[in-house]
């Protein structure tokens, strides 16, 4: 099946939905990586994996040092007699803490919209999406796993 050719700043142009923007200042959109071959796919998948998964282990791991150093500081600093920390009523109070921050992301989350979806169908939809392109999927997954392993 042949597609319509327009000609665009003196080159000729297929006119087609789904093809890549090839032209500068127009988005490139993953749904039309299905036409393309499969290599394509994995790297359109892993390319942002690899670079989200090494963002992620740097934030997470300055993140949990904060943390950790943090609490290694509250432990020095009652070893120390600085600090008297009411051990049962804390673990008392986070364990309320913990319950409440479990019923407000339950009744969140029914109510919650992104871009104007409900949640439900955002997830429902991103599911399908990875579904529908297991090879992008497969390929976001694994950049993302050798970004995390490589950071």
Not at 83 to 95: A, F, G, P
Not at 109 to 116: F, P
């Amino acid at each position: 099946m042949s597609r319509p050719i327009e000609e665009v700043n003196g080159e000729e142009e297929r006119n087609d939905e789904n093809a890549v923007a090839s032209r500068p200042g127009t988005a490139f959109s993953l749904v039309s990586l299905g036409d393309q071959p499969v290599a394509v796919q994995v790297a359109a998948g892993a390319v942002p994996g690899a670079i989200t998964g090494y963002v992620f282990k740097r934030v997470s791991t300055t993140a949990a040092a904060a943390v950790g150093g943090g609490l290694i500081l509250i432990q020095l600093a009652a070893r120390a007699g600085y600090v008297s920390i009411n051990w049962r009523r804390l673990e008392r109070d986070t364990k309320h803490q913990w319950e409440q921050v479990k019923e407000q992301t339950a009744r969140a989350a029914v109510g919650t919209e992104i871009g104007g979806r409900s949640l439900q169908s955002w997830t429902r939809e991103v599911g399908q999406f990875a579904k529908d392109n297991v090879a992008v999927s497969g390929g976001f997954l694994s950049g993302f796993l050798l970004g995390l392993a490589s950071g």
